[in-house]
């Protein structure tokens, strides 16, 4: 089984949708993280988490919110989709402290908002 | 704020070949430079992490190197293989966050 897994993978809405991407982790590390990626662009971080308690806004954060319901799951909502959020998703794991502190990426969602 | 920028954008090369792709960043002051691989539907996965105070490390092919005052890392692949076509990504970690660069979109045709 994958050590970071996304639901759902593949995901069309609706502008004004509230909709909300799930990462589970079976890697036990205490670091969570959601990226999105568009096309001919890099990963961008909308959120990260360090541990339960402790959730920080990313580069990109408008329009989103997270919760951490517990160490092994980190959800993204979007409260009101629009268009120009339509992206790649991709939740990542890291372990805290750890050298050498790689990031463990899930396969991700592709969202589409019409 | 960091800034990544990898060149180039897109490389098509023939079996065989030695390739160097390159990545550089505005802020020196890094923590790590990570490399990551993504193929089509797929996640990224991890290829070669070199610490801030490492100048190069390998991995059967990969060879990536660092150099902080100037801002650069590369990649070296050794003896590519249609296997290797995917988009390569580097990363420099920066106070904790990842700033990635847009990728090189490598094509190795047989």
């Known amino acids: 089984d994958a050590d970071v897994t996304q639901t759902p993978r593949n995901r069309i809405t609706k502008t004004g949708k509230r909709i909300m991407l799930e990462c589970s982790q079976t890697?036990?590390?205490?670091?969570m993280y959601w990226y999105r990626q568009d096309p001919g662009l890099g990963l961008r971080l909308i959120y990260y988490?360090?541990?339960?308690?402790?959730?920080n806004k990313g580069e990109i954060s408008d329009g989103y919110s997270v919760s951490r319901q517990a160490q092994a799951k980190f959800s993204l909502s979007l409260e009101s989709a629009i268009p120009n959020q339509t992206a790649l998703y991709f939740c990542?794991?890291?372990?805290?402290?750890?050298?050498?502190?790689?990031?463990?990426f899930g396969p991700g969602t592709r969202l589409t908002v019409l | 704020k960091q800034e990544v920028t990898q060149i180039p954008a897109a490389l098509s090369v023939p079996e065989g070949e030695n390739l160097v792709l390159n990545c550089s960043f505005t802020?020196?002051?890094?923590?790590?430079l990570q490399w990551f691989r993504q193929d089509p539907g797929k996640g990224l996965t991890s290829l070669l992490l070199?610490?801030?105070?490492?100048r190069e490390q390998t991995s059967g092919r990969l060879n990536a190197s660092l150099d902080k005052s100037s801002g650069r890392s590369t990649l070296y692949i050794a003896a590519s293989q249609p296997g290797d076509s995917a988009t390569y990504l580097c990363?420099?970690?920066?106070?904790?966050?990842?700033?990635f660069g847009r990728g090189t979109q490598l094509t190795v045709w047989p």
């Open positions: 802020d020196s002051a890094i923590y790590n």
């Open positions: 890697k036990g590390h205490d670091r």
């Open positions: 990542a794991t890291s372990d805290q402290p750890s050298t050498p502190d790689t990031q463990y």
């Open positions: 990363a420099a970690r920066t106070l904790g966050r990842l700033y």
């Open positions: 070199i610490q801030s105070s490492q």
């Open positions: 988490s360090f541990d339960v308690k402790d959730i």
